[in-house]
């Protein structure tokens, strides 16, 4: 099993709808956990971050994390077309805190 | 606030070859983190830097090799290049973390490496 895991998509949802991304990780994996944004040619950009059980709002952004299943989401409300990218999940190896082991993205679309 | 700052941005190199790419971490920032990003692929960890010394390894040769300096910024050197290495190349900068709190790694633009 990777240490996490995500659809590689392409996830399509209309404007205005509610995109739901998710993530699995192993028990080699640290249960905190960062989302992050690629537009293509360009590097990830840092969106949420969460580390305790339950839901963090920010804005439009809600992260989930479900540590007894494993399981982190980000929602993203009232999608728009410049939402259109690649969704990185990405979490500390147990072994060292600061060496982040990433997902291989779920592209999201977002059509107008 | 300066982000993190990466140059070159493109590099053309051919095999056997070796290359060095630099980083200057965000403001406030004392630690790096190197990335190898394939194309429709996750950034892969390389190594990372703090207080000038190499403290965490991905699975990468030792034809892979870094730096630290004084004032936080970092170099990773690639020997005895490879087809395979062509690829993004991302640095992150964060604040050391201790415990069981990760902190947030922040970005730079990449190097785009390509080895003919």
């Known amino acids: 099993q990777k240490e996490v895991e995500q659809n590689s998509g392409p996830l399509s949802v209309p404007e205005g709808a509610i995109a739901s991304l998710n993530c699995t990780y192993s028990?080699?994996?640290?249960?905190?956990f960062f989302w992050y944004r690629q537009y293509s040619g360009k590097s990830p950009e840092l969106i949420m971050s969460?580390?305790?059980?339950g839901d963090k709002e920010d804005g439009r952004f809600t992260a989930q994390l479900n540590k007894a299943s494993q399981y982190v989401s980000l929602l993203i409300r009232d999608s728009q077309p410049s939402d259109s990218a690649t969704y990185l999940c990405?979490?500390?190896?147990?072994?060292?805190?600061?060496?982040?082991?990433f997902g291989t993205g779920t592209r999201l679309l977002v059509s107008p | 606030d300066a982000g993190v700052t990466q140059s070159p941005t493109h590099l053309i190199k051919t095999r056997g070859q070796q290359v060095t790419l630099r980083c200057s971490p965000k403001s406030g920032h004392d630690t790096v983190s190197w990335y190898q990003q394939a194309l429709g692929q996750g950034p892969q960890f390389i190594f990372q830097?703090?207080?000038?010394?190499e403290r965490q390894r991905g699975n990468f040769p030792d034809r892979f090799s870094g730096h630290q300096f004084p004032n936080y910024s970092s170099e990773l050197n690639v020997n005895a290049l490879l087809l395979g290495d062509s690829a993004l190349y991302l640095c992150?900068?964060?604040?050391w973390g201790t415990g069981l709190v990760n902190q947030p790694q922040h970005f730079g633009d990449g190097t785009r490496l390509s080895i003919l």
């Open positions: 830097y703090y207080e000038e010394e």
């Open positions: 990405a979490g500390p190896m147990n072994t060292g805190f600061q060496k982040l082991v």
């Open positions: 969460i580390y305790s059980n």
């Open positions: 028990d080699r994996v640290s249960q905190s």
């Open positions: 992150a900068s964060s604040r």
